[in-house]
């Protein structure tokens, strides 16, 4: 098994993760990282969300032991398998890899056609023809046998290691009353043809052989599996951010061996090789430019608006986009060394060191399933010394057990959320699991991503300054139509504005890229220059005193300026840069009014920040942040007490918001950062983040508000069945009315309404 060990865990101190298996709840994360930190110098942390632990351990601890310390306590651990692994088995794990809630949806499912008519027999006296009992007990025992498999399982684990979890009261009470049922059919009264099961609100204390209580049995597990499938299923987008991440690199290249371009996938790339990337193409990895000029769109990376502009010498990323003219680059980087796999490791980092969110109802059952246990034995054991007959003390004990079964905790956050997100999905909100609730309720601070988010995160013409004797008209009509024969985006840019003010451009002759400077050629017989100040004073055209004063002003602002001149003048300067949206603004003040304090953070120069923050409202800025850097920012504020929100689109993002106590990604970005996001923002308008906040708050509330009354129900009717004053079957229709509760109480969210609709004040 060491072979699956990379070599670096095993030199001085080691630090390795493990996949845990057989975690059920987030009481079994809690057992597994207190019997691994019970060895000398381990520190680990288990995420039950990810079910993963990150485990350190000094020298003298070997990582085959921390997985036997992870099995000692009743589950399963797996050590990491080398990259090398991964990609020979790739093509088997991909296909062959089952889907983990497949089995659940399948039990769900079979669950729910069997339970119906158990139920239905059971609460309504027309129902039950002859011998309708005996049918009960045909439908009810897959379900309480095979579909409550998992339950049963983990009862016997935690049995087995000295715990108990909600699993050991569904188990237990699932069981205790299929088998009075069962003793009730063979050995009472119940089995007697023509048997009816009157529906009604009291009972008497009674022997209680003549009740059967299949629809109980069968409809806990039901009710229980549905929670735990949604669950499932919302856990299971967990390590996406990681694949989407890897997805972004180039499959393929063109590397250049033996005089000519071959193409081969781009893991086959060695350091050194020299590889040709064209205009549109991804940069397959990290490396030096050899040969050619260029723009670079690295904004999935850095975040910066800008292209950066290489040639010979320079270093370039792998996944950037090469924007401009053709590159040959020598790798210098390949696999897990390059700044993209390194951005990986970082968004994996900060997923397993998430901080654990228990749910209330585990927290709770710590507490509540030994009481319960304790009391439904302690009210056999009292009708057994007070002289009443088996049958009524067991009658007693096992309503006990059925008025615990957490049938209603098994529904108070799956219906909320089913609800929440539903209602959320019609607003452009994606919720992706109770987890994320929480942290809204926290969260004081806001970081806003720039580029993408506050602003359009796409390049254009804002302002057009013009020298005396100059029109403003007739300088976007040459210099728009110079600048649409370049592949440059600010050249793009300044076209796609200038179309749109003056309609269609003329011709280009002579079109001529200087590099690093500009374009120049001839429209409609004027000799035009486009771009620095350098390529315009080569032709002795110097701007005048007031263009360099526009031009200046622009560039202390952190935007782009363009130089345009002609027939031996220097005539205009045009502005570019990324534009606010409109209603950035807004959203600050919205978020403002939630509690939070926006905090603006980005990978572009202060100037450029300032100005953001002033136009929109912020007054903290943490600007020329490197990707790598931006989840550190994010851990400083933390460390300063602070509950922090992360709002971002970019791949440079992704990193920030999985560190975050809630991240909100920009449906409107990158793959990657949306699943690293706990709560997505299907449209790019920053007012949603407000909705998503005020929606998590109001669906939290919801679920508090029912598990509460679950518990209430539970503790207010617990003595009741142990005075015997409460059969089994009127459990199970308590039970029925407070689920019923739970999910009437959760359609309420069905009312949320977005900032703009009448209910926009109702938080």
Same mark, same amino acid.
């Given at each position: 098994?060491?072979?699956?060990?990379?070599?670096?865990?095993?030199?001085?101190?080691?630090?390795?993760?493990?996949?845990?298996?057989?975690?059920?709840?987030?009481?079994?994360?809690?057992?597994?990282?207190?019997?691994?930190?019970?060895?000398?110098?381990?520190?680990?942390?288990?995420?039950?969300?990810?079910?993963?632990?990150?485990?350190?351990?000094?020298?003298?601890?070997?990582?085959?032991?921390?997985?036997?310390?992870?099995?000692?306590?009743?589950?399963?651990?797996?050590?990491?398998?080398?990259?090398?692994?991964?990609?020979?088995?790739?093509?088997?794990?991909?296909?062959?890899?089952?889907?983990?809630?497949?089995?659940?949806?399948?039990?769900?499912?079979?669950?729910?056609?069997?339970?119906?008519?158990?139920?239905?027999?059971?609460?309504?006296?027309?129902?039950?023809?002859?011998?309708?009992?005996?049918?009960?007990?045909?439908?009810?025992?897959?379900?309480?046998?095979?579909?409550?498999?998992?339950?049963?399982?983990?009862?016997?684990?935690?049995?087995?290691?000295?715990?108990?979890?909600?699993?050991?009261?569904?188990?237990?009470?699932?069981?205790?009353?299929?088998?009075?049922?069962?003793?009730?059919?063979?050995?009472?009264?119940?089995?007697?043809?023509?048997?009816?099961?009157?529906?009604?609100?009291?009972?008497?204390?009674?022997?209680?052989?003549?009740?059967?209580?299949?629809?109980?049995?069968?409809?806990?597990?039901?009710?229980?599996?549905?929670?735990?499938?949604?669950?499932?299923?919302?856990?299971?987008?967990?390590?996406?951010?990681?694949?989407?991440?890897?997805?972004?690199?180039?499959?393929?290249?063109?590397?250049?061996?033996?005089?000519?371009?071959?193409?081969?996938?781009?893991?086959?790339?060695?350091?050194?090789?020299?590889?040709?990337?064209?205009?549109?193409?991804?940069?397959?990895?990290?490396?030096?430019?050899?040969?050619?000029?260029?723009?670079?769109?690295?904004?999935?990376?850095?975040?910066?608006?800008?292209?950066?502009?290489?040639?010979?010498?320079?270093?370039?990323?792998?996944?950037?986009?090469?924007?401009?003219?053709?590159?040959?680059?020598?790798?210098?980087?390949?696999?897990?060394?390059?700044?993209?796999?390194?951005?990986?490791?970082?968004?994996?980092?900060?997923?397993?060191?998430?901080?654990?969110?228990?749910?209330?109802?585990?927290?709770?059952?710590?507490?509540?399933?030994?009481?319960?246990?304790?009391?439904?034995?302690?009210?056999?054991?009292?009708?057994?010394?007070?002289?009443?007959?088996?049958?009524?003390?067991?009658?007693?004990?096992?309503?006990?057990?059925?008025?615990?079964?957490?049938?209603?905790?098994?529904?108070?956050?799956?219906?909320?959320?089913?609800?929440?997100?539903?209602?959320?999905?019609?607003?452009?909100?994606?919720?992706?699991?109770?987890?994320?609730?929480?942290?809204?309720?926290?969260?004081?601070?806001?970081?806003?991503?720039?580029?993408?988010?506050?602003?359009?995160?796409?390049?254009?013409?804002?302002?057009?300054?013009?020298?005396?004797?100059?029109?403003?008209?007739?300088?976007?009509?040459?210099?728009?139509?110079?600048?649409?024969?370049?592949?440059?985006?600010?050249?793009?840019?300044?076209?796609?504005?200038?179309?749109?003010?003056?309609?269609?451009?003329?011709?280009?002759?002579?079109?001529?890229?200087?590099?690093?400077?500009?374009?120049?050629?001839?429209?409609?017989?004027? %000799?035009?220059?486009? &771009? $620095? @100040? +350098?390529?315009?004073?080569? =032709?002795?055209?110097?701007?005048? #005193?007031? *263009?360099?004063? !526009?031009?200046?002003? %622009?560039?202390?602002? &952190? $935007? @782009? +300026?363009?130089?345009?001149? =002609?027939?031996?003048?220097?005539? #205009?300067? *045009?502005?570019? !840069?990324?534009?606010?949206?409109?209603?950035?603004?807004?959203?600050?003040?919205?978020?403002?009014?939630?509690?939070?304090?926006?905090?603006? *953070?980005?990978?572009?120069?202060?100037?450029?920040?300032?100005?953001?923050?002033?136009?929109?409202?912020?007054?903290?800025?943490?600007?020329?942040?490197?990707?790598?850097?931006?989840?550190?920012?994010?851990?400083?504020?933390?460390?300063?007490?602070?509950?922090?929100?992360?709002?971002?689109?970019?791949?440079?993002?992704?990193?920030?918001?999985?560190?975050?106590?809630?991240?909100?990604?920009?449906?409107?970005?990158?793959?990657?950062?949306?699943?690293?996001?706990?709560?997505?923002?299907?449209?790019?308008?920053?007012?949603?983040?407000?909705?998503?906040?005020?929606?998590?708050?109001?669906?939290?509330?919801?679920?508090?508000?029912?598990?509460?009354?679950?518990?209430?129900?539970?503790?207010?009717?617990?003595?009741?069945?142990?005075?015997?004053?409460?059969?089994?079957?009127?459990?199970?229709?308590?039970?029925?009315?407070?689920?019923?509760?739970?999910?009437?109480?959760?359609?309420?969210?069905?009312?949320?309404?977005?900032?703009?609709?009448?209910?926009?004040?109702?938080?």
């Amino acid at each position: 098994m060491t072979s699956n060990v990379d070599a670096r865990l095993t030199a001085g101190r080691g630090e390795v993760e493990l996949a845990i298996g057989g975690m059920t709840c987030a009481s079994c994360a809690m057992r597994v990282e207190k019997k691994l930190n019970k060895l000398d110098g381990v520190t680990a942390t288990v995420n039950y969300a990810t079910e993963k632990a990150k485990v350190a351990y000094p020298d003298g601890v070997e990582p085959e032991q921390l997985v036997q310390q992870v099995e000692a306590a009743g589950y399963t651990a797996t050590l990491p398998t080398p990259r090398s692994a991964k990609s020979t088995e790739g093509a088997e794990g991909e296909g062959g890899e089952e889907d983990p809630t497949r089995s659940l949806r399948q039990r769900l499912i079979v669950s729910v056609l069997l339970s119906v008519p158990v139920i239905a027999m059971a609460m309504v006296p027309a129902l039950q023809f002859t011998y309708w009992q005996w049918i009960s007990l045909v439908l009810a025992a897959p379900v309480v046998v095979w579909a409550a498999e998992p339950f049963h399982e983990a009862a016997w684990a935690n049995l087995r290691h000295g715990a108990a979890t909600m699993d050991t009261l569904i188990s237990m009470g699932t069981l205790a009353a299929f088998g009075w049922s069962l003793y009730a059919l063979l050995f009472g009264s119940a089995g007697v043809p023509g048997m009816t099961h009157p529906f009604s609100l009291t009972s008497p204390p009674m022997a209680g052989d003549g009740n059967i209580y299949l629809e109980v049995a069968a409809g806990v597990t039901t009710f229980i599996l549905a929670g735990r499938y949604f669950e499932a299923r919302s856990k299971r987008t967990a390590g996406a951010a990681l694949r989407a991440l890897l997805e972004l690199g180039a499959k393929e290249v063109a590397v250049l061996r033996d005089g000519g371009e071959q193409r081969i996938p781009t893991d086959q790339l060695v350091v050194g090789d020299r590889f040709v990337v064209r205009p549109g193409e991804k940069i397959a990895t990290d490396g030096i430019v050899d040969e050619g000029s260029s723009a670079v769109d690295a904004s999935m990376l850095t975040g910066e608006s800008v292209p950066v502009e290489v040639r010979p010498g320079d270093a370039v990323v792998g996944a950037t986009v090469n924007a401009g003219g053709r590159l040959v680059v020598r790798a210098t980087r390949i696999g897990s060394d390059t700044q993209l796999a390194q951005m990986a490791k970082l968004v994996e980092d900060a997923q397993t060191g998430k901080a654990q969110v228990q749910r209330l109802a585990d927290r709770v059952s710590a507490i509540f399933v030994p009481i319960v246990i304790a009391l439904a034995l302690g009210t056999l054991a009292f009708w057994l010394g007070a002289g009443g007959t088996a049958s009524a003390a067991f009658t007693a004990a096992v309503a006990v057990l059925i008025i615990a079964c957490p049938c209603a905790l098994g529904l108070a956050t799956p219906t909320a959320l089913l609800v929440g997100t539903g209602r959320g999905a019609q607003l452009g909100i994606l919720i992706k699991g109770p987890e994320v609730l929480e942290s809204t309720r926290r969260v004081d601070t806001v970081v806003l991503d720039k580029t993408g988010t506050v602003t359009t995160g796409q390049m254009s013409l804002v302002d057009v300054h013009v020298t005396e004797g100059a029109d403003t008209e007739e300088v976007l009509r040459l210099a728009g139509a110079l600048e649409d024969a370049s592949e440059h985006p600010i050249a793009q840019a300044i076209a796609r504005d200038a179309r749109e003010r003056i309609g269609t451009l003329p011709a280009v002759e002579g079109f001529e890229n200087t590099e690093g400077l500009g374009v120049q050629g001839v429209v409609d017989g004027h %000799a035009v220059l486009v &771009g $620095r @100040t +350098a390529l315009l004073e080569q =032709w002795s055209q110097h701007l005048p #005193a007031d *263009l360099a004063a !526009a031009k200046a002003e %622009a560039e202390q602002q &952190g $935007r @782009t +300026a363009v130089a345009v001149g =002609w027939d031996g003048r220097a005539r #205009a300067v *045009l502005v570019v !840069a990324d534009t606010v949206k409109a209603t950035s603004a807004e959203a600050v003040g919205r978020l403002r009014a939630l509690g939070l304090t926006p905090v603006l *953070l980005t990978g572009d120069n202060e100037a450029v920040a300032r100005t953001v923050a002033a136009e929109v409202g912020i007054e903290q800025v943490i600007a020329e942040v490197l990707p790598k850097d931006k989840a550190d920012v994010i851990a400083g504020l933390q460390a300063e007490g602070k509950v922090v929100a992360m709002v971002g689109d970019g791949v440079n993002d992704a990193a920030a918001l999985a560190k975050a106590d809630l991240g909100l990604a920009m449906g409107t970005g990158t793959d990657v950062a949306i699943e690293a996001g706990d709560l997505t923002l299907v449209r790019g308008d920053l007012r949603a983040a407000a909705d998503a906040i005020r929606l998590s708050r109001r669906t939290l509330r919801i679920i508090k508000g029912n598990l509460f009354w679950a518990f209430a129900y539970n503790v207010a009717a617990l003595p009741l069945a142990a005075a015997g004053l409460l059969n089994p079957m009127l459990a199970g229709a308590a039970m029925a009315v407070s689920s019923a509760f739970v999910v009437s109480n959760s359609l309420r969210l069905r009312g949320f309404r977005g900032t703009d609709g009448p209910a926009a004040k109702a938080n």
